[in-house]
């Protein structure tokens, strides 16, 4: 089946800073999405991205199919953006998302 | 805006008890899946449905875990009996379509442990 790493796998920052999270995947997929699981265990949907660029505030997500990997960037941190970030990619005929293994993100004040 | 709805939210069992967990999804969403998140581990899929048909439960332990959607709309997921190593949070799905372009939406999952 299809492998889905996601890197670093913790991160500490300090709150106003800058970080990128990298996604890469093993094999061709239909699309892909970011997500962020907070303390509650919520999925909450960020990006819907399977090529291209996308923007969402202080959030922004990029795929490159080609090369099979994405990135989500995060800047001026904030201590709500806690939580753990997913990468998930659809791949399959039924288009069930594989996920990688998370990045733990703990912003300090 | 809509939401996928699951009850319970909290569920403490003992082992060989069984359990049952409910899904509703986003209303129209026609494809329905069951995820498993063991703890510090991304969510991987038990079961999927498209409309009342399963559509991929190769990873569904059979033995014990049983899943229906009867009329295409709700759903439940039961496990019969639990056993320690069911301790998870259990995730609900739903989207659209299957289609390659479909988002997926996650309900705010049901957090099992077994004793």
């Known amino acids: 089946g299809i492998q889905v790493e996601q890197s670093p796998p913790d991160l500490i920052l300090q709150e106003g800073a800058n970080s990128t999270l990298r996604c890469n995947f093993s094999?061709?997929?239909?699309?892909l999405q970011w997500f962020h699981q907070n303390p509650w265990g919520q999925l909450i949907n960020l990006f819907y991205?399977?090529?291209?660029?996308k923007q969402n505030g202080r959030l922004s997500a990029t795929t490159v199919a080609t090369e099979r990997y994405s990135l989500l960037y995060i800047s001026s941190s904030q201590t709500t953006d806690s939580g753990v970030y997913f990468c998930?990619?659809?791949w399959g005929y039924g288009n069930k998302l594989v996920f990688g293994a998370g990045t733990i993100l703990r912003v300090k004040s | 805006e809509a939401e996928v709805a699951q009850s319970p939210r909290y569920k403490i069992t003992e082992k060989s008890q069984a359990v049952a967990f409910w899904c509703d999804p986003i209303s129209g969403h026609a494809t329905l899946y069951w995820y498993r998140q063991i703890l510090g581990q991304g969510p991987e899929l038990l079961v999927q449905f498209q409309d009342e048909s399963v559509v991929d439960d190769s990873q569904l332990p059979k033995d014990r875990f049983s899943a229906e959607r009867l009329k295409g709309v709700d759903s439940t997921l039961k496990i019969q009996p639990a056993e320690l190593g069911d301790s998870a949070m259990y995730l609900c799905?739903?989207?659209?379509?299957?289609?390659?372009?479909?988002?997926?939406?996650f309900g705010p999952g049901t957090r099992l442990l077994v004793l």
């Open positions: 799905a739903s989207s659209p379509r299957t289609g390659k372009t479909e988002t997926q939406y």
């Open positions: 094999d061709s997929v239909n699309n």
């Open positions: 991205i399977p090529s291209g660029t």
């Open positions: 998930a990619v659809a």
